[in-house]
């Protein structure tokens, strides 16, 4: 049996009008143009030594948007993840300078490039934004356009003011939770993009490339 609270989380996982309308998963030739032509090819990334450079300059020729954008719509149409993109690197990096303690260290992974830039286009620009426009509310800070942490900061500061000055109880919830990304259970995650219109194609290519991720 599962709790009060698992089923009312699973009742928000529902869709509330029917399934809505898949996100798109595929990347035209102007798109993939647009996305190389604004990312940092000195970014460290690609265990196979493809790295962004390599997608930059592919982006500046027509017939390499035509080639590069259709194999990386692919495996997302299709439900499969290339065996390039089940490879990563991961390094420490020190939160503070000169002081390389376990405790301070923070674990970055570099993934594929081309598979970063699919995961941007397909999860942030399209995925994030329908889920935005559906059920987003405004005291919600995190990962959103127009949305500035030092307003959210001053914000709460005033808060707080306000109520010592006007003496009002009070109680304040934080849920930015310590490593909260590395607690995203995929399978639950997945259900979550599927109320929102990712295709299961797409959502068996992540979990595929995760569960199966050689580091």
């Given at each position: 049996p599962i709790t009060e609270e698992a089923k009312i989380w699973l009742e928000?996982?529902?869709?509330?009008?029917?399934?809505?309308?898949?996100?798109?998963?595929?990347?035209?030739p102007e798109q993939f143009r647009l996305i190389t032509r604004k990312c940092n090819p000195r970014t460290a990334a690609s265990p196979s030594g493809?790295?962004?450079?390599?997608?930059?300059?592919?982006?500046?020729?027509?017939?390499?948007?035509?080639?590069?954008?259709?194999?990386?719509?692919?495996?997302?149409?299709?439900g499969f993840a290339p065996q390039r993109w089940k490879k990563c690197i991961e390094i420490m990096l020190e939160k503070e300078a000169g002081s390389p303690m376990i405790h301070r260290l923070r674990i970055i992974v570099?993934?594929?490039?081309?598979?970063?830039?699919?995961?941007?286009?397909?999860?942030?620009?399209?995925?994030?934004?329908?889920?935005?426009?559906?059920?987003?509310?405004?005291?919600?800070?995190?990962?959103?356009?127009?949305k500035k942490a030092i307003d959210c900061l001053t914000m709460k500061l005033l808060t707080c003011e306000s109520c010592r000055i006007m003496r009002t109880n009070a109680a304040l919830m934080a849920m930015?939770?310590?490593?909260?990304?590395?607690?995203?259970?995929?399978?639950?995650?997945?259900?979550?993009?599927?109320?929102?219109?990712?295709?299961?194609?797409?959502?068996i290519t992540k979990s595929s490339a995760v569960f199966e991720m050689e580091r």
């Amino acid at each position: 049996p599962i709790t009060e609270e698992a089923k009312i989380w699973l009742e928000t996982l529902q869709y509330e009008n029917g399934p809505p309308q898949e996100v798109d998963v595929g990347i035209s030739p102007e798109q993939f143009r647009l996305i190389t032509r604004k990312c940092n090819p000195r970014t460290a990334a690609s265990p196979s030594g493809f790295g962004y450079v390599v997608w930059k300059a592919n982006g500046r020729s027509d017939l390499g948007c035509r080639v590069h954008s259709r194999m990386m719509s692919i495996p997302f149409e299709k439900g499969f993840a290339p065996q390039r993109w089940k490879k990563c690197i991961e390094i420490m990096l020190e939160k503070e300078a000169g002081s390389p303690m376990i405790h301070r260290l923070r674990i970055i992974v570099l993934l594929e490039a081309d598979f970063n830039l699919a995961l941007r286009t397909i999860w942030m620009h399209r995925l994030f934004r329908r889920a935005e426009m559906a059920n987003f509310v405004d005291e919600q800070w995190g990962n959103r356009k127009k949305k500035k942490a030092i307003d959210c900061l001053t914000m709460k500061l005033l808060t707080c003011e306000s109520c010592r000055i006007m003496r009002t109880n009070a109680a304040l919830m934080a849920m930015d939770a310590a490593a909260c990304y590395d607690r995203i259970l995929t399978y639950l995650s997945n259900m979550s993009e599927r109320k929102y219109g990712l295709p299961k194609t797409a959502c068996i290519t992540k979990s595929s490339a995760v569960f199966e991720m050689e580091r």
